[in-house]
């Protein structure tokens, strides 16, 4: 069984360059969310992608895009960089089935520093 | 609203029992959740506990759920080194989005 696997793990933009981030889901997961995790504190949920389609958004600008492709991997899209975005930013798959926990499972991140 | 309260910081000794809380806000949590984070790592899922039990055991792990006072903890049982972690709690919010709410985390240290 394959887990989550994301890249780059690490990159350095200036601000107002534009970031691509892509996640390869667990295998059997068809669900897939970004999470940003500022240095010493807890991941903030950024969005979800079912089915390809967004299903829920926390409260990130929309400069924070993404998209969720037929085998399910996603990438995660950010315009205009600031040099608070500078985080982790985490990928996390599960399998949203009724009555399902949905647990997420997580990967190692890709660490974005804007300079 | 959603917010996950979580202590800083938590030293014991190898061989000790770690007790980490939390508290959070959301009533209509369905999944309460506690994941493990070390440095330079993602989140690895530790354990997770369904909003209608307020026990779960599982090896050296036992979570305990009060619903009532929204309070949250996580035992382990005969702490070793490896367990030297952060630790974070997290609420499920709504049924059908992958929406989790983290703490802030909890820093466990391990003393030999």
């Known amino acids: 069984e394959t887990g989550v696997t994301q890249s780059p793990t690490h990159l350095i933009k200036t601000r107002g360059q534009q970031v691509t981030l892509r996640c390869s889901s667990q295998s059997g997961h068809n669900t897939v969310s970004w999470y940003q995790q500022a240095l010493g504190q807890g991941p903030q949920f950024i969005f979800q992608?079912?089915?390809?389609?967004?299903?829920g958004r926390g409260n990130f600008p929309p400069r924070f895009s993404g998209l969720q492709f037929p085998n399910y991997s996603s990438e995660l899209n950010v315009n205009a960089l600031e040099l608070d975005d500078s985080a982790l930013y985490l990928c996390?798959?599960?399998?949203?089935?009724?009555?399902?926990?949905?647990?997420?499972?997580f990967g190692e991140g890709s660490r974005l520093t804007v300079l | 609203g959603e917010d996950v309260e979580q202590s800083l910081f938590l030293s014991v000794r190898e061989g000790d029992s770690s007790v980490i809380n939390c508290t959070y806000t959301?009533?209509?949590?369905?999944?309460l959740y506690w994941y493990k984070q070390e440095p330079g790592a993602g989140l690895q899922l530790l354990t997770y506990?369904?909003?209608?039990?307020d026990m779960k055991q599982d090896q050296r792990l036992t979570v305990l759920l009060n619903k009532k006072d929204k309070h949250l903890s996580l035992r382990i049982a005969d702490t070793q080194t490896g367990d030297s972690a952060i630790y974070f709690c997290?609420?499920?919010?709504?049924?059908?989005?992958?929406?989790?709410?983290f703490g802030q985390g909890t820093t466990l240290q391990v003393k030999p």
């Open positions: 996390a798959s599960s399998l949203a089935v009724r009555g399902g926990t949905g647990e997420l499972f």
């Open positions: 997290a609420e499920k919010v709504g049924r059908n989005t992958g929406k989790l709410i």
């Open positions: 959301d009533s209509s949590s369905t999944y």
């Open positions: 992608y079912y089915r390809e389609e967004e299903n």
């Open positions: 506990i369904f909003s209608n039990m």
